[in-house]
């Protein structure tokens, strides 16, 4: 059980425990106050006392665990939680009023995942949009173990399985996906899907395209190519995905100089942080807009 609250809230071993003790005495400090808040007011224990008390605790608990928070060096999480139990009972309001509809986006990605952690941490106090599946053809994946950590369903899928378009995008549908993202996904996305789905799954690639795409341009390869090339930009493209490679309408672009001392890898960094920068605000925004709240 320890473990699980570790990895659901990110924390080490001994910040849980400090948590754990800000829960507690937090809780004890806010039970107590409230009790002397309603002596000092001479009513009866009633019926009505109890419901002032309740009503009492619930507005002193998030004041009582932020005091103790602050000694034990967990203001920052409780910040954070409290603000999630907030827009979560917004969120709540908002879908019982309809107004705004839940966007689900399911991740494509074969490696690390950075990119895909970088979205999860932008989407992760949204209440309109839901990372709500990753899927890999890589059982290893990186990816897959940040999708655990986050609490996200995966799926681990085989290329046969991607081909088989009827059946693959009647899961998508019944995991009710509205867009997909790929973000290093290395398989080519078969027709059907990219017609099920249309101008509605994104790709991010790491050159500026039409240049450096196609076939085979993927990871390093890219980078390696541009260097060779000898231009003195790169950059990023995020883009709609078609039937072909890298080739669907280009959403936006962002560009980093090319130095005379980078290499491969100093150039994969520079794009790498690009993508970590733009490609989560350039998500939301396409999704926003096709689905407006
Ligand atoms: C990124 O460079 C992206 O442009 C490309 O694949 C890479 C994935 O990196 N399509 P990561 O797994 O998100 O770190």
Not at 248 to 260: K, M, N, V
Request: glycine share 6%; net charge positive; aromatic share 10%.
């Amino acid at each position: 059980m320890f473990k699980k609250l570790q990895d659901k809230w990110k924390v080490n071993g001994l910040n849980l425990l400090l948590i754990l003790f800000t829960f507690a005495i937090g809780g004890s400090l806010c039970g107590y106050a409230g009790r002397k808040i309603l002596i000092w007011t001479n009513l009866e224990k009633n019926l009505l006392w109890f419901i002032l008390y309740i009503i009492l605790i619930t507005i002193l608990w998030p004041v009582c665990v932020l005091l103790v928070s602050y000694p034990f060096g967990q203001f920052a999480f409780f910040k954070r939680y409290l603000q999630r139990i907030w827009n979560r009972m917004k969120g709540k309001k908002n879908q019982t009023n309809n107004r705004v509809p839940l966007i689900r986006i399911a991740i494509f990605a074969s490696g690390a995942g950075s990119n895909a952690e970088k979205i999860i941490g932008h989407f992760n106090s949204s209440n309109s949009v839901k990372v709500a599946l990753i899927i890999s053809n890589r059982p290893k994946a990186g990816v897959l173990q940040i999708a655990r950590n986050n609490n996200i369903e995966t799926d681990v899928i085989t290329s046969q399985q991607l081909q088989d378009s009827d059946t693959f995008i009647a899961s998508l549908k019944a995991h009710k996906i509205d867009f997909l993202i790929l973000a290093g996904f290395l398989l080519k996305i078969p027709p059907a899907l990219v017609q099920a789905y249309p101008k509605k799954i994104i790709n991010i690639h790491p050159a500026l395209l039409p240049a450096y795409g196609g076939k085979g341009m993927y990871g390093m390869h890219v980078h390696e190519a541009v260097i060779a090339s000898g231009d003195k930009q790169s950059g990023i493209s995020i883009h709609y995905v078609d039937e072909l490679y890298d080739h669907g309408e280009i959403i936006f672009q962002a560009t980093c100089d090319i130095l005379p001392k980078d290499n491969p890898q100093s150039l994969a960094e520079k794009v790498h942080q690009l993508e970590h920068a733009h490609y989560p605000a350039i998500i939301e925004a396409v999704v926003k807009k096709q689905n407006p709240g």
